[in-house]
């Protein structure tokens, strides 16, 4: 299976992003990509006030948008994320599209991500943003892929139950800044697929200097064994990597940790006996 995960700058207007969009996804198929991914909030600047003032409802114009473009190129599209609204709450949401443009999974952001850093970043999605509350998977003809939306990467338990259901493999449009990404970015990537001996693909926006949200970029892709098999610099580009599921089946036989689960210690009650 060959992946591209879509490295973009991402500008003020959303038609001029879709234009973006939409040339990156035909370049990652002339180039022999089956799936698709693209960057956390590639339609609008990564600001709380941009979100409900770009939403759209599931079955609008964007979405109609991403619909077409996995069908006329023929690929797996992850479509980045997007502001979803429904009535009057507003979700960071991810769609997937299959090559017939059928959509064939949604994932709202279930982790917001706030937080204060002294000295360093300083964000509040929950200003305007809701959270979901499922995880999510879906189907492929290589198996079962997971996703998730940048923040939610750092919960091992989200991770996990997509290992449990089967994943082979997790896509995760994110969008780390200049803080956390170069802290806990590459090690995040390698920690969660070694952990779930799942493929891991983490699809970042290209660094802008001048947006008041400045992404760390560095789009990656590690593998079952945690190595990192390729990893972009923070420049608008396009990152290809194959994803080999023999070696995954492999490596999983050699050192089961998945079996190895000790799920009968892996509780509370077990912690309050020792207090």
């Known amino acids: 299976m060959k992946v591209a995960l879509v490295q973009m700058y991402v500008s003020p207007t959303p038609k001029q992003n879709m234009i973006t969009a939409y040339d990156k996804i035909r370049q990652a198929k002339a180039n022999g990509a089956d799936l698709v991914i693209l960057p956390e909030m590639f339609i609008c600047p990564y600001e709380t006030s941009n979100f409900p003032r770009f939403a759209e409802p599931e079955g609008g114009e964007t979405y109609q948008a991403l619909a077409a473009m996995a069908k006329e190129t023929g690929v797996y599209l992850v479509a980045g994320s997007v502001p979803e609204q429904e009535n009057r709450v507003v979700y960071n949401t991810s769609y997937v599209f299959r090559p017939d443009g059928m959509c064939i999974a949604k994932h709202r952001k279930v982790h917001l991500f706030d937080i204060h850093v002294k000295g360093g970043q300083h964000f509040q999605e929950s200003e305007t943003l809701c959270a979901g509350s499922r995880f999510t998977v879906f189907e492929t003809p290589w198996g ?132």
Not at 263 to 273: A, H
Request: glycine content about 6%.
């Open 144 to 275: 079962r892929i997971g996703l998730c939306i940048c923040y939610d990467v750092r919960f091992p338990e989200l991770t996990r139950m997509m290992a449990l259901a089967g994943a082979k493999a997790v896509c995760v449009p994110a969008a780390f800044n200049l803080t956390t990404g170069p802290a806990h970015w590459e090690l995040t990537f390698r920690a969660r697929a070694l952990d779930n001996q799942v493929y891991f693909m983490g699809c970042s926006p290209a660094r802008d200097t001048q947006a008041s949200y400045h992404a760390y970029g560095h789009s990656i892709v590690t593998n079952p064994w945690g190595e990192v098999v390729a990893q972009a610099d923070e420049k608008e580009t396009i990152v290809f990597a194959e994803l080999d599921f023999e070696k995954e089946e492999k490596i999983r036989q050699e050192l089961p940790l998945l079996r190895h689960r000790r799920t009968d210690v892996y509780t509370l009650y077990g912690f309050d006996n020792m207090r």
